[in-house]
């Protein structure tokens, strides 16, 4: 089973940015975790990749439904407000949960709602780093 793990917009300053909400660990250390969470589930892999980019999302989302069997997302601030992630989503036919690193529901209020949790299976927020493992389990639950 093949994952793609999407993290979007300043993700790439985990660590950096805002450490009481988002963790002090940089980013790098988060991508070895989600791949070691992955490996020891056994039968998954995965490819994490970053973009501060919504196109690039999108396109990454497309491509995903030829090349994986599911996705997890970070869409970041694009959670909030990108009907084009949105549409994406349900567009590839393939499961997508999404994730966050903190609770957005405990959060500013632009923050709390998600404009692409509708088009997901699921979303998984608040636990930090431990939210890609609980959506690598999910996925895994759901695929298998």
């Not at 909030?80 to 903190?102: C, G, M, N, Q, R």
């Not at 949790?117 to 780093?129: L, Q, R, T, V, Y």
Request: charged share 20%; hydrophobic share 40%.
């Amino acid at each position: 089973m093949n994952v793609l793990v999407i993290n979007g917009p300043n993700l790439n300053l985990t660590g950096e940015r805002n450490p009481a909400q988002y963790g002090s660990e940089n980013y790098q250390t988060l991508v070895e975790y989600i791949k070691s969470e992955a490996a020891k589930i056994g039968y998954v892999e995965c490819e994490v990749i970053q973009t501060n980019h919504e196109g690039e999302i999108i396109d990454k989302l497309h491509a995903a439904r030829n090349e994986f069997s599911g996705v997890i997302i970070n869409a970041g601030a694009y959670t909030h407000y990108s009907y084009a992630i949105t549409d994406a989503i349900e567009a590839i036919k393939i499961p997508v949960i999404e994730v966050h690193l903190s609770n957005i529901h405990a959060r500013e209020e632009f923050r709390r709602k998600s404009v692409i949790a509708p088009a997901c299976k699921g979303s998984i927020a608040g636990f930090g780093k431990v939210s890609y493992k609980a959506a690598l389990v999910a996925l895994a639950g759901i695929i298998a």
